[in-house]
């Protein structure tokens, strides 16, 4: 996202890669990232453990949009939290990480909290969410941006639905997701249209200035904006009224539109094509296309892994895939930590993963799942297709499949568990049956 009133000079960033894939130029744009949202589409989750700390593969979620930062070059990130995520953050960079905390009692979106720290931005910026899990390289999306001279470019990649079953939700409706619809130019890189399903029904008109509150969210609200503003006339260069009055009232809303933060030169005096909006044009739009102030830019990942962890069901399906995308990065750690005791090896699944200081019993079989640190699982146990956070204990014979076991919760002997979600601390008897279940804590729910 360009910095108002700052132009800067277009080189292609592709050409910028210093040795081993680290993008040299990495230095001339900052870094943010927002976590300090709450998950509410995952509540289950998030309302016993913070959305930015969720483990995935054993690692907190922010981990993963900070390692992306930290292979592309940067040195420096700036973090938007909760003091109480702050806390209970145990990162493993070498990047300098300035933590802003915004207040709990503080409601932001993503462009309040951006606004939040406009002091602290001096350049370009790049935005990126704490649940974003992906392997793109992230020249590609800066390249269009500086190769465009644009106002923002963006990654995205075509919606993924998961595979898995989501504990708690057989026999009731699947949850409708609001997908973003988007349109492109013959390229498959300029930013045509770009609108939310939920908003496809009516019209969204924004007037005022986006450092005012009247913009809260940038994915939601900014971006749809400015890809819309692309193909709009500067309200200041609109043909004058003959009463001053009227004259005086249109410099004022002027002053308003998102023109008005963009440095001006001479090209910003050419009035724009007759039929300003994009979608009035017929035939040639390179015109149109090219001479706009406003150009935003979108790079559609085809192939690779791009996940925005925010539901319960991404969830599960990004802890699926984390031990490939592991192998991908080229990180060398094992899946089973080397502190694990594991009697019977041959019975833990190659693409399972591990924590430290886990004790696996006798005859205990692990397949397709990840176990946390500090777990007890004892004797002829079967666990397959799981997530299973940190110091949890699953006495003997048990069987789970399917589910998510969180923090501190007790499996006693013999449990059979199917597709469920059991909450942190809780604790299910001996020979306890529950199939498509959420096992929460009243305390632990969350009004939304």
């Not at 704490?130 to 644009?150: E, G, M, Q």
């Not at 001479?266 to 035939?283: E, F, I, M, V, Y």
Request: hydrophobic residues 35%; proline residues 4%; neutral net charge.
């Amino acid at each position: 996202m360009r910095s108002p009133r700052r132009r800067r000079h277009c080189c292609p960033v592709s050409e910028a890669l210093g040795a081993g894939g680290r993008w040299s130029g990495a230095m001339e744009f900052q870094a943010v990232v927002m976590a300090a949202g709450g998950g509410s589409r995952m509540t289950d989750l998030t309302s016993s453990i913070p959305k930015p700390l969720l483990p995935v593969g054993n690692r907190p979620l922010l981990w993963y949009p900070l390692n992306l930062l930290e292979r592309a070059g940067f040195e420096e990130v700036i973090v938007i939290t909760r003091k109480e995520i702050q806390k209970m953050l145990n990162l493993d960079t070498k990047m300098k990480l300035d933590f802003v905390c915004i207040s709990d009692n503080m409601d932001m979106g993503t462009a309040d909290s951006l606004r939040h720290i406009h002091q602290k931005i001096k350049t370009d910026v790049l935005v990126l969410s704490c649940d974003l899990i992906t392997d793109v390289d992230l020249y590609k999306v800066v390249d269009l941006f500086r190769t465009h001279d644009a106002t923002l470019s963006m990654l995205m990649k075509k919606t993924h639905e998961p595979t898995e079953v989501v504990p708690g939700q057989k026999g009731k409706k699947k949850p409708v997701e609001q997908r973003d619809f988007i349109g492109v130019d013959d390229t498959g890189k300029r930013l045509l249209f770009m609108a939310n399903e939920a908003d496809l029904d009516e019209e969204l008109v924004i007037k005022r200035s986006i450092l005012q509150k009247t913009i809260t969210s940038l994915r939601s609200e900014l971006i749809p904006h400015l890809v819309r503003k692309q193909f709009s006339s500067p309200t200041s260069l609109q043909q004058g009224l003959d009463n001053k009055e009227e004259d005086q009232k249109k410099k004022e809303q002027a002053s308003l539109d998102i023109y008005s933060f963009i440095k001006e030169d001479n090209s910003l005096l050419k009035p724009a094509p007759d039929n300003s909006c994009w979608n009035d044009h017929r035939g040639d739009m390179n015109e149109t296309l090219h001479e706009g102030k406003v150009r935003c830019y979108v790079h559609i990942m085809k192939e690779g892994l791009c996940y925005r962890v925010n539901t319960l069901g991404l969830y599960i399906e990004a802890n699926r895939q984390v031990p490939k995308l592991l192998l991908n990065l080229g990180l060398e750690e094992p899946l089973v930590h080397g502190s694990a005791q594991i009697t019977d090896r041959g019975m833990v699944g190659s693409d399972s993963i591990i924590g430290s200081s886990t004790q696996v019993g006798e005859k205990t079989s692990i397949k397709h799942s990840i176990i946390g640190s500090m777990c007890t699982i004892k004797d002829k146990v079967k666990i397959t297709n799981c997530i299973i956070m940190n110091s949890v204990t699953i006495e003997e014979g048990c069987c789970l499949q399917g589910s998510v076991i969180c923090h501190n919760a007790v499996i006693e002997k013999g449990a059979d568990i199917k597709d469920c979600l059991i909450g942190s601390d809780q604790k299910l008897e001996t020979k306890a049956k529950h199939v498509n279940e959420v096992i929460v804590g009243t305390e632990q729910l969350m009004e939304i």
